[in-house]
């Protein structure tokens, strides 16, 4: 986003900002001055080609990769040097683009972990009341779709789209107030997408700040109202969906290749290497 | 001055090798990202060979050397990588690890059988005995010029072959990165192979040249050459002149300890300087490492644990397992009641080691040394045997493995792993082995506790004591792992990356099963003080901890019913070697041939056999047999 439209969002807004974020891995500048923010209640996009810094700009939001420069907020909290797990407990939730389930579990109990992770079971009130999540943890797995009947199988059973559900599953068991979702559409057919795309929507009507890597530009162009566009570690563009759409650099450097000649097309399937 | 200089002298010897030694360590781990620890067993091997050969057979020692060196080494290496490390391309660290661990055991069972295991009466002669030359006014023995030179040759040849071969420079790229290395084009296999031979000669060169200086004994010759790890971690497992660097300055600290720290403190508190001090610099080396960034890991399905048993079904279990007791109290003979009474003890601290290593997935090498803490407070605490010192052997085993893992739980699995042995040698040495402590002649005398109108005296009432306490914590280990915090170990070993980003608290759950698998090791080694009577060092050895985790993971790591097999395997193992006489070090054999066998198996033969019998009846079983495990960060060397 640039510094001008940046200015006139009210920050209590934000949920979640980076100012200024730089990553380099040895010779490689992942990440160059990136500036993003996340409003509650809406659903905000971030599309760019592979290798554009998508995944390393979640990774330093979630504070699995620190920064060499730059600042994290998560609302007026500054975040940058705080750990993963205090970004979590401070309700960000995020999925991965390769999948970072728990192997050996079931899918019920995947999500069960994240919505006990606010349980202290060295306290006395958690032996008094043990297993009462706040979450039920059926419906969660019934709100993303999942079959009810593949909640107790392991998850290595499943197939990648529906352990994708298990994942965004696991991530809403936290409750966040800010869900960073990577590329949570890949694999879905039409209808499921759409599916996908109803549940985001109403998620953030009720209030949840959405930052979406997605390359189904249907899905992005129809729940997203704002966009970024990453190439190369820096934000191109930033804007509503039809001013992204209209900018001849993303056309260049990425929506040229989605869209010739403005006609929509799906993203070619198979661009993620399957895993047996 | 003088004095001052002829430490020196002898540090940098002993310091040159074990540089040779921590080098080899490193081209392996560098190369094919396993942490070798086999390494101690094959520099005895090659020692004992070299014995063989030119003590025995007269054979030339430049001949003998060039034997080894040239033809039994590169053949070992290569055997090691063609039959034992290429089938577990791609499994985790943990595995390999075990492999190793297993190989060592091998080492030391061959080994004992072929050259007795009493130490040897007619050592190896150093090179040129006798002949020394003065330097600066020291005496410098011809062995320690040899040695001095061959270190800085390897150095040498190490570096030149790194940089100028066509091999090295895809050995050290490999370093960098496997996978873009192996889409190069280069033979990931030849690059491995090389690792293991050159780490192995290097092993075998650096065992005979320190074997004249110590005693010839398969355990002291294992160990020693261990000493070379804390110079490969100062290298932090990669940067060679480091390694060497390191290697020096431990030689150095040990001489002068020995040298200037007054004989009567030594006695009293440091019996074996030059095995507890390197362990004492490992642990520090591991304080100061650089914080493990946590990091996703990517899409590998493995589903590596086995359905979880119910609360009704180990209830069974349990009451099955002290029913089977109490009848063995009657019909078994005494011997039999202590043998199995021995192995529901190790049971009990095999346990320790499900919920670490099977649940958490953290490895512990030295779990022995939290026993040999719990039976010591028991023998000491409110006059022995009480139940208050029994609560103590909990309370104090979980504290220090609390100030154990405190230094570790940020770093890498392997480093945990290193600092548990680090502490068991340690602990070895300077308290177990500690006669101010152990003050009747090296052992001290554990009571049993008792109850309340049964007398726990008789071998018959322990026995069924033991089953229920056995029983008790294989309930109570089971419904943890049903449980909140048992769902969080699993999911902590799949993935501590997205641990964190669910809220959870990685450092803390993992200090929190550290502290209770201490502990509950800590209430076996109560329990086992009390059955043996007499505690002495021997009990609580590092061997002991390997084998006992070893045969764990034959049996099934993951499963209390594992934990039990595989305590009975212990106390049972020993009684098999007493009808055996052609074979020594029995039970080290077992395991190492029973862990390279099981190879795969994450469950082992309880998970196998739990696969058959839901197989039989009817059941849809997923294969779990030959599925890549978790590519931990660290088995790629960053």
């Known amino acids: 986003m640039s510094r001008e439209?940046?200015?006139?969002?009210?920050v209590a807004d934000v949920a979640l900002r980076a100012s200024g974020v730089s990553v380099r891995f040895g010779g490689v500048q992942a990440l160059y001055d990136v500036d993003i923010e996340v409003p509650r209640g809406a659903i905000t996009g971030l599309i760019g080609p592979n290798g554009a810094g998508k995944t390393t700009l979640f990774d330093v939001l979630c504070g699995l990769q620190r920064p060499g420069a730059g600042s994290v907020f998560l609302g007026e909290r500054q975040v940058t040097r705080t750990g993963p797990d205090?970004?979590?407990?401070?309700?960000l939730a995020r999925t991965f683009q390769r999948l970072e389930l728990f192997w050996s579990l079931s899918a019920a109990d995947n999500v069960r972990v994240g919505a006990e992770s606010s349980v202290q079971w060295w306290r006395w009130s958690h032996l008094r009341r043990r297993g009462h999540a706040r979450v039920d943890v059926d419906a969660l797995l019934a709100r993303v779709g999942l079959p009810a009947d593949l909640a107790g199988v392991p998850v290595d059973t499943l197939t990648t789209d529906r352990a994708r559900l298990v994942e965004l599953a696991r991530a809403l068991a936290i409750e966040p107030a800010v869900l960073l979702l990577d590329e949570p559409g890949s694999g879905l057919d039409a209808p499921e997408s759409a599916a996908l795309g109803d549940l985001l929507c109403e998620l953030a009507a009720g209030g949840m700040a959405i930052l979406l890597v997605e390359h189904d530009m249907e899905l992005v162009m129809r729940v997203c109202s704002r966009l970024h566009v990453l190439d190369a570690g820096q934000v191109i563009a930033s804007g509503t969906p039809e001013e992204v759409r209209g900018d001849p650099a993303v056309r260049d450097a990425y929506l040229g290749a989605l869209f010739p000649e403005g006609e929509h097309r799906d993203f070619p399937a198979g661009t993620r290497p399957l895993r047996p | 001055m003088s004095a001052f200089w002829s430490y020196t002298v002898i540090g940098v010897a002993t310091g040159a090798i074990y540089a040779i030694t921590a080098s080899g360590l490193v081209v392996t781990y560098a190369t094919t990202g396993v942490f070798n620890f086999a390494h101690g067993a094959i520099g005895m091997f090659a020692a004992f060979s070299y014995w063989e050969l030119a003590v025995n057979h007269h054979v030339q020692p430049v001949l003998a050397i060039a034997l080894i060196l040239l033809v039994e080494a590169p053949l070992l290496g290569a055997l090691i990588e063609y039959v034992?490390?290429?089938?577990?391309?791609?499994?985790?660290?943990?595995?390999?690890?075990?492999?190793?661990l297993g190989l060592m055991l091998i080492l030391l069972g061959v080994a004992s059988t072929v050259w007795g295991t009493?130490?040897?009466q007619n050592p190896i002669?150093?090179?040129?005995?006798?002949?020394?030359?003065?330097v600066l006014g020291v005496n410098v023995t011809v062995h320690q010029l040899i040695v001095l030179a061959t270190a800085v040759l390897v150095a040498l040849v190490l570096r030149v072959v790194l940089r100028?071969?066509?091999?090295?420079?895809?050995m050290r790229a490999v370093v960098d990165d496997p996978d873009l290395m192996a889409m190069a084009g280069a033979p990931p296999v030849r690059i491995a192979r090389a690792g293991w031979i050159a780490g192995v000669t290097l092993a075998a060169l650096a065992g005979i040249l320190i074997a004249p200086l110590v005693t010839l004994d398969q355990t002291t010759l294992t160990l020693i050459v261990i000493n070379g790890y804390a110079a490969a971690v100062i290298g932090r497992l990669r940067n060679l002149p480091l390694t060497f660097a390191g290697g020096i300055l431990i030689g150095l600290g040990e001489a002068y300890v020995v040298g200037y720290v007054p004989q009567s403190w030594q006695t009293n508190w440091l019996p074996n300087p030059t095995l507890a001090l390197p362990m004492a610099f490992l642990f520090v080396m591991i304080l100061v490492l650089p914080v493990e960034r946590l990091r996703a890991v990517g899409e590998v399905r493995v589903s590596r644990v086995p359905t979880v048993t119910g609360l009704g079904t180990s209830l069974a279990g349990a009451a099955t397992l002290v029913a089977a007791c109490a009848l063995g109290a009657v019909v078994l003979s005494g011997t039999w009641r202590s043998t199995v009474s021995q192995g529901l003890v190790f049971g009990v601290i095999a346990l320790s080691l499900v919920l670490l290593t099977g649940?958490?997935?953290q490895v512990s090498l030295g779990q022995m040394a939290f026993v040999g803490v719990g039976a010591y407070a028991m023998g000491k605490i409110d006059g022995g045997g009480s139940w208050f010192g029994l609560l103590a052997a909990v309370g104090i085993s979980a504290a220090v493995g609390v100030l154990v893992a405190l230094p570790t739980i940020r770093v890498k699995g392997l480093y945990l792993a290193l600092a548990t042995l680090a502490f068991a040698q340690f602990a070895y040495y300077v308290f177990f082995s500690n006669l101010t402590l152990f003050d009747d002649n090296g052992s001290i005398f554990v009571h049993r506790v008792s109850l309340p109108g049964i007398r726990l005296s008789g071998d018959a009432a322990e026995l069924v004591f033991l089953s229920v306490v056995f029983s008790l914590c294989a309930v109570g280990v089971l419904a943890l792992r049903r449980g909140t915090f048992g769902r969080r170990l699993v999911a902590l070993s799949d993935s501590p990356a997205a641990c964190a980003t669910v809220g959870l608290n990685v450092r803390r759950t993992r200090l929190a099963v550290f502290a209770l698998s201490a502990g509950l090791a800590g209430l076996g080694g109560a329990l086992y003080g009390g059955l043996q009577g007499p505690v002495s060092a021997t009990d609580f050895q590092v061997l002991v901890s390997l084998t006992l985790l070893l045969l764990l993971v034959v049996w099934g790591v993951r499963s209390p019913l594992g934990a039990l097999a595989a305590g009975l395997s212990m106390a049972v193992l020993p009684v098999l070697q007493s009808h055996v006489s052609w074979v020594s070090s029995l039970p080290a054999l077992v395991v190492g041939v029973g862990v390279i066998a099981v190879g795969r198996l994450p469950n082992g033969v309880v998970g196998l056999a739990a696969d058959a019998a839901r197989r039989h009846r009817g059941a849809v079983v997923r294969p779990v047999v030959g599925v890549p495990e978790a590519v931990e960060g660290g088995a790629r060397v960053a």
């Open chain 1, 5 to 10: 439209a940046a200015a006139l969002l009210p």
């Open chain 1, 86 to 91: 205090h970004r979590a407990r401070l309700g």
């Open chain 2, 84 to 100: 034992l490390m290429r089938r577990l391309h791609g499994a985790s660290t943990e595995r390999a690890l075990m492999v190793t």
């Open chain 2, 118 to 120: 009493t130490p040897n």
């Open chain 2, 125 to 134: 002669p150093p090179f040129f005995a006798g002949h020394s030359v003065r």
């Open chain 2, 164 to 170: 100028r071969t066509r091999t090295g420079v895809a």
């Open chain 2, 359 to 361: 649940y958490a997935g």
